[in-house]
């Protein structure tokens, strides 16, 4: 199970840390991600990590405003997120895959969080 916390209602310009949380002892985990939908668009892939390597990928819109980490004993990944601008505005869900690597693809994703508003006022 994956539960995620962290969203609200923000500024323009403004910060929030979303943060996700696996549990479960039999929960593999090699690689985790964050994706976001907009009302009427598609999911889209944001950021995810690597549990080995820690190798991070970002979707060119947020390269450089938003940063994602993990903590392979807690099993969490975080996303801070800087400079937020009203196009950020969605409902983001955590996912996690037990097979490496990190992928941009939501299809080779396993396991879903149920989603966390962020709202971006201009």
């Known amino acids: 199970q994956l539960v995620e916390s962290g969203g609200g209602l923000v500024q323009t310009g403004g910060s929030l840390r979303l943060s996700c949380a696996a549990s479960?002892?039999?929960?593999?985990?090699?690689?985790m991600g964050w994706f976001r939908q907009a009302p009427g668009k598609e999911r889209e892939f944001v950021a995810a990590?690597?549990?080995?390597?820690?190798?991070?990928y970002y979707k060119d819109a947020v390269t450089g405003r938003f940063t994602i980490s993990r903590d392979n004993s807690k099993k969490t990944v975080n996303l801070q997120m800087d400079r937020l601008k009203p196009e950020d505005t969605a409902v983001y869900y955590c996912?996690?895959?037990?097979?490496?690597?990190?992928?941009?693809?939501?299809?080779?994703?396993?396991?879903w969080g149920q989603g966390t508003q962020v709202t971006v006022s201009s």
């Open positions: 479960g002892s039999s929960f593999s985990i090699r690689a």
């Open positions: 990590i690597s549990w080995g390597g820690g190798t991070s």
């Open positions: 996912a996690a895959r037990p097979h490496p690597p990190a992928t941009i693809s939501a299809d080779t994703y396993e396991y």
